[in-house]
């Protein structure tokens, strides 16, 4: 067998893991989660829960990546038996159909990035205009080039592809999110706009914190890119010695800061454009923050530019999981790496197709698609790894764990017992909230 790759530098696989978890999640959900939640309540609910749910799922991905060197399916084969054995598939699983509408989620943002240095965002019209740019040839077209990109960085490998890549992509997105934080803090709503992002209202958070923790819990397991198998990949390619616990902070704290810049960029523009109704979902940046640019001065400009980082920031998620299916085809058969992405780049692209071209204004297969992979299997997955090694495998996650660490002590314990309870009731709680949703969403369009 072939070595197989491994990171060239510490750096490399830090800023792909935050790359990875840099996307649409960051940029669109986070800021439109806090809209519907009660602004900095939810800003304070998820923080805690970064550190509380996300941070303890992440060493848990780490330590069975680098335990096994092998994907999430092999990984799971390796040191489960039974049905443990194979709940790598759902990690595969997820990926697979997230890339699928994801790749062209990302086609329409690079529609919208042309549009802005065409200075033709719709005032008043932002809907009708989302409406035109969803579905059709056009659509499938952008999910193609958006495709094409994702393989052809994968296909040069760790060091040569995905490392180059992220170690210019990353940096790229935190210094256009910050420009624009910048400009956004010198508009006229920026006031208002920081009291109700950065000010929390203990009354609101009292309240409503049965409804703002599981979707806090939500959003920090999301924006980490936990429960499809990205950082079991990612890990597999580190060496022993590493700090997983170093390492994960950093790649938290990093990520942290860039949703919280994206909520800098996008409140400021909505306060001052006087939208603070905001459209959810993908519709949030597609038809509330494209009016909120045909409202403000170089707001096509800023627009252009916000858009373009969106679409970096898509990209170098994308290729984390691409990187996810990749590896199993290589690890489990030996398939050269060219060959791989190319076969499995292709079959996402098509599987994509339907919710490319579909015109419908519900966007059926976006709906279907997304409530069966990121709102079931994502946390379905980490959920079954945290209860796993937290009452499985325990050994094994506190010996990887502290290969890097050296001693830890008390801390190796806390995390356990974190992973067997908090963890573990939260997703279960997610779970269910989402599987309600995503049924009475099939109902709706089903019948």
């Known amino acids: 067998m072939a070595q197989r790759e491994s990171w060239a530098t510490r750096t490399g696989f830090i800023l792909a893991a935050v790359g990875s978890a840099v996307g649409l999640g960051n940029v669109w959900r986070f800021p439109y989660q806090v809209g519907e939640y009660g602004g900095a309540a939810f800003l304070v609910f998820y923080l805690l829960l970064i550190a509380f749910v996300g941070f303890p799922v992440m060493m848990v991905e780490f330590a069975i990546g680098r335990y096994t060197d092998r994907n999430p399916v092999g990984a799971m084969k390796q040191i489960g038996s039974g049905v443990w054995s194979k709940i790598g598939w759902v990690f595969l699983v997820a990926g697979f159909v997230i890339l699928s509408y994801y790749s062209v989620v990302a086609g329409w943002i690079l529609q919208y990035t042309v549009i802005g240095l065409q200075g033709n965002y719709a005032a008043g019209g ?9 579905g059709g040839l056009t659509s499938v077209l952008t999910h193609a080039i958006f495709m094409a990109a994702v393989i052809g960085i994968v296909a040069f490998g760790i060091q040569d592809g995905i490392e180059f890549s992220v170690k210019l992509m990353v940096p790229a997105i935190l210094a256009l999110l910050v420009g624009l934080a910048v400009y956004a803090g010198t508009l006229s709503g920026a006031g208002e706009a920081y009291a109700y992002y950065l000010s929390p209202d203990l009354g609101t958070m009292a309240a409503n914190w049965t409804e703002i923790l599981p979707a806090a819990a939500a959003q920090a397991f999301f924006t980490l890119s936990l429960g499809m198998g990205v950082m079991i990949t990612y ?5 022993e010695d590493r700090n997983l616990a170093k390492d994960g902070v950093i790649i938290v704290g990093l990520d942290t800061l860039i949703a919280f810049t994206a909520g800098l960029v996008a409140f400021p523009i909505l306060f001052t454009a006087d ?14 923050l494209s009016e909120a640019f045909s409202n403000i001065p170089l707001g096509g400009v800023l627009g252009a530019i916000f858009f373009a980082t969106v679409s970096i920031a898509a990209l170098s998620s994308a290729i984390s999981i691409m990187e996810v299916v990749t590896s199993y085809l290589i690890d489990e058969y030996g398939v050269d790496r060219k060959v791989a992405v190319g076969a499995l780049g292709t079959a996402i692209f098509l599987l994509g197709v339907p919710v490319a ?20 299997l994502l946390i379905l997955g980490g959920l079954l790894l945290a209860i796993f090694v937290g009452w499985f495998a325990t050994d094994l996650g506190l010996e990887e764990l502290d290969k890097g660490v050296r001693d830890l002590g008390a801390w190796g314990q806390a995390w356990i017992w974190i992973l067997r309870v908090p963890v573990i009731v939260l997703l279960l709680v997610v779970l269910w909230q989402n599987a309600t949703g995503v049924y009475e969403s099939f109902v709706g369009i089903f019948g």
């Not at 809907?127 to 035109?132: D, H, K, P, T, V």
């Open 126 to 134: 932002a809907g009708a205009q989302f409406a035109a740019t969803t």
């Open 235 to 239: 890990a597999s390619y580190l060496g």
């Open 275 to 288: 939208l603070t109704e905001t459209t959810d979902g993908p519709g949030f940046i597609f038809v509330s």
């Open 357 to 376: 071209y579909d015109q419908s204004a519900s966007l059926v297969w976006l709906v279907v698609y997304d409530g069966i992979a990121n709102q079931i």
